[in-house]
């Protein structure tokens, strides 16, 4: 008896064995192949006369369980999928630009949460990234109606220029015009948070709320005043702000009602760069005298030559012009946000993973809490790993999911934190 039973425990050892084989962290195959060494096993048990039926019984329960954790598994891996989008009324180019010209009508970025973004025409953006809760989609210039679908641990993020909207379920319209450096946000439905410079404190918005506010002259105004029409004016041109009320928070006091800016001939090279011509904005660039444009011109045309050089493919032009926005205008939020393109364009363009880091350092020195903090530091993490391994990362995966643990990158963080 005493040899039975201890036959029976040797294969119950083995078919335990057998079952880690088959439910192992790895691919649905290993697990299946596991999970038939497993039955197989238990079958050749059914033949010795000697073994308690209450043991095959025990053994074909375990084989279920495993399948039973196959199946669970797996379908917890599809429950933790990215969300995907697409375009309607437009297309995406394999960077991820959308961008919709003056004259066409408005495009959608549908997302399979019941989501959606819808560009407007003269707008520019982008989906940056997407998590199984959420999406950070770019506002570059122009307007966008925002409609975010409200579920469980909801997170979305959407930058416009310096600024930064964060969304859990709402509806609102944002806009950026980039020559202005103004941003808007008309509150539909909901509730957003919205960081940037000149906010101070994150600054939250609530339905029927507008906030203004203007990088040029460091003001902010939230009042309640009604969104434009969608179809009365260019996208990038705002209305002009009503005079202060009662229910107007003007800070710091500035009158945003005073005279603007002599307009300049032709459309400036912000406007070419939200109705996609890049090419244009190059050309004049030549046709001036580079070096000329890199010392005389203002911020915002600065700030366009870089991105019309990126979005062309012209590294050694992007890169003079965004070097130009960080000596010329240091203490600006553009030569924080250069730091970062240049960092970009190192990853990206140039391959050079160690510049690449070290822009992503900068940029999270100059901006620890700047809009594109998250980006920066899930990038290099990535880069990290990439070129010095995973020991090397995890610190910065570990700090990752301090600082942004909802972020799109916060997967990868948590496959490379301890």
Request: charged share 20%.
């Given at each position: ?41 238990v ?32 379908r ?65 210039q ?70 203004r506010?203007r ?7 939230i ?37 603007t ?74 030569a924080?946000t ?21 822009w ?10 700047g809009?594109?903090?998250g ?7 990535v ?8 020991d ?27």
């Open positions: 008896m005493s040899d039975t039973r201890s036959g029976a425990a040797r294969r119950l050892e083995k078919m335990g064995e057998l079952m880690r084989d088959a439910t192992p962290p790895a691919s649905l195959q290993q697990h299946l192949e596991g999970r038939a060494r497993l039955i197989a096993s079958e050749k048990m059914r033949k010795p006369a000697r073994v308690r039926p209450a043991l095959v019984a025990f053994a074909f329960a375990a084989a279920v369980a495993a399948s039973v954790l196959v199946l669970t598994r797996v917890s891996g599809r429950e933790g999928t990215p969300l995907a989008w697409h375009v309607e009324n437009g297309a995406a180019s394999t960077q991820g630009y959308v961008s919709i010209p003056p004259t066409a009508p408005s495009a959608r970025l549908v997302f399979d949460d019941g989501s959606d973004v819808a560009l407007a025409p003269g707008s520019r953006g982008r989906v940056a990234a997407t998590t199984p809760v959420g999406a950070e989609v770019v506002l570059e122009g307007r966008a109606r925002v409609h975010v679908q409200h579920r469980d641990h909801t997170r979305w993020l959407v930058d416009a220029g310096p600024f930064a909207v964060r969304v859990t379920g709402t509806e609102f319209l944002v806009a950026w015009a980039a020559d202005a450096e103004t941003l808007d946000v008309w509150m539909r439905s909901g509730r957003v948070e919205v960081t940037g410079p000149v906010l101070g404190d994150a600054l939250s918005l609530s339905t029927g709320q507008h906030l506010a990088l040029h002259d460091g003001t902010v105004q009042d309640g005043a009604p969104e434009p029409p969608e179809a009365s004016q260019p996208t990038g041109a705002i209305n002009p702000p009503p005079a202060p009320t009662d229910s107007t928070l003007v800070v710091p006091g500035v009158d945003l009602t005073g005279p800016a002599p307009g300049l001939t032709g459309p400036t090279w912000s406007k070419l760069v939200s109705s996609g011509d890049f090419a244009r904005v190059v050309r004049e660039a030549d046709a001036e005298g580079v070096g000329h444009a890199l010392a005389s011109r203002p911020l915002g045309d600065l700030r366009a030559l870089g991105d019309a050089a990126r979005y062309s493919g012209n590294v050694t032009l992007a890169k003079r012009a965004y070097s130009a926005v960080r000596t010329r205008f240091a203490s600006s939020g553009d924080r250069a730091a970062f393109l240049l960092g970009r364009i190192a990853e990206e363009q140039e391959h050079s993973n160690a510049d690449a880091a070290r992503y350092d900068t940029y999270l020195a100059e901006a620890p809490g809009a594109f903090a980006d920066a530091l899930g990038r290099k993490m880069l990290v790993s990439k070129s010095q391994g995973r090397a990362a995890r610190p910065l995966a570990t700090r990752y999911l301090q600082r942004f643990p909802g972020g799109p990158y916060a997967a990868a963080a948590r496959d490379l934190a301890p």
